[in-house]
Every structure is written in structure tokens, then in C-alpha cells.
Nanobody
């Protein structure tokens, strides 16, 4: 499966952005989907994940309550709605797909990665 993220940009602190990830090659419904991010000078970190059906989600503590992951299997897309953005949310955001099983409280290792989209939050 090929993944392409979009929707990044420059936003002021407190603002919102919605990221999208479009899949091609295979149905998105075949995968657990996740978002990760990598800030400047930082290691890649998990942001959010969603089960194949969309029935369960998991979030990093740093963004819980501000970000929402969702998916539309009919449109082969997964989204990340980001509200109340903070300067520390500045990062390249990557979508990823995992073909394994969903376990409670774990970060999917992900088999497939898309190119990222840059989010810059100004103070």
C-alpha cells in the first residue's frame, strides 16, 4: 500500500489543522492506521492509531483531548484533526499502516510509511 499525507502548513498557536492520508494499492480497511511525528532534533514519536473498523483508537498522552484520528474506508483515507495546537506540536507528521493485530495500549510497529507533511505552529 502507498500512503500520501497532506494538509500540513503554518498555523498560530491555538489554531487547528486537519491532516489527511490517502492510500492506494490496497484497501485501507486491511490495516490498522496510525500517525507519528518527528519534531526538529527529536526522535519519531507515536501520535495516534485507529483500528481497521474505526471502532477503537489510541492516543499519545501529549495530544489526548486535542487531536482526533478518524478513517473513511470507503474513501481510503485516514485523518487527524488537530485542535488547540501548540508550538511543541511542530513536526513532520507521517501516516503509517500496520497489517498486524490490535492490542490494547500498544504502539503498532507499522509496515508501511508515507512521506510526511510538515506542521509548523508559531507562538
Amino acid at each position: 500500500v502507498q500512503l500520501q499525507a497532506s494538509g500540513g502548513g503554518l498555523v498560530q498557536a491555538g489554531g487547528s489543522l486537519r491532516l489527511s492520508c490517502a492510500a492506494s494499492g490496497r484497501p485501507l480497511s486491511s490495516y490498522i492506521m496510525a500517525w507519528f511525528r518527528q519534531g526538529p532534533g527529536k526522535e519519531r514519536e507515536f501520535v495516534a492509531a485507529i483500528t481497521r473498523s474505526g471502532g477503537s483508537t489510541r492516543y499519545a498522552d501529549s495530544i489526548r483531548g486535542r487531536f482526533t484520528i478518524s478513517r473513511d474506508n470507503a474513501k481510503n483515507t485516514v485523518s487527524l484533526q488537530m485542535n488547540s495546537l501548540k508550538p511543541e506540536d511542530t513536526a513532520v507528521y507521517l501516516c503509517a499502516a500496520d497489517s498486524g493485530l490490535w492490542y490494547k495500549d500498544y504502539v503498532p510497529p507499522c509496515d508501511y510509511w508515507g512521506q510526511g507533511t510538515l506542521v509548523t505552529v508559531s507562538s
